[in-house]
């Protein structure tokens, strides 16, 4: 069976929110908890680098958006922008596996906040990443 037919781990569900940046990579699944909202997609050969791994490019932006989203939970801000981000990965991830992005720390504050997450590929840790959101207020776009 192909990955894309899998369903998610129990309390999964489709990420609602969308983004030009992620639409080749869907189904990306979302959990929420109460101070954080895992990610979760099953690896296919759209997320894979030349050899044949899950590429850090995916596992960057999808653990700055898992963040992201938990700051934002949890701060109770909208508007947050990513000030730094950093990834250790730990090991390779590949095609078929059940990758989920988990927020374990979350400290808000008026301006700045900061996160930490961890990455698991069939449950073994693959990457861990820190990072520092900025609040700057609904940044959306408005039509001139």
């Known amino acids: 069976m192909h990955p894309r037919d899998l ?3 129990p ?3 489709p990420l609602a929110r969308k983004s030009p940046l992620t639409t080749p990579w869907e189904p990306i699944f979302s959990r929420d908890t109460e101070r954080a909202v895992v990610l979760g997609l099953y690896a296919r050969a759209v997320h894979t680098n030349s050899r044949g791994f899950v590429h850090g490019g995916l596992i960057g932006a999808l653990c700055d958006a898992a963040m992201g989203y938990s700051c934002a939970k949890i701060a109770l801000q909208p508007g947050l922008v990513t000030v730094s981000l950093s990834l250790d990965y730990l090991s390779s991830a590949h095609e078929g596996q059940w990758l989920e992005f988990d927020t374990v720390f979350v400290k808000p504050g008026k301006t700045l ?3 930490q997450a ?3 590929a069939d449950g073994q840790p693959c990457a861990r990443a820190n990072a520092v959101f900025r609040a700057v207020g609904d940044m959306r776009r408005t039509a001139a």
């Open 7 to 9: 369903a998610p781990p």
């Open 113 to 115: 906040s900061f996160a």
């Open 118 to 120: 961890f990455v698991t």
């Open 11 to 13: 309390g999964f569900e």
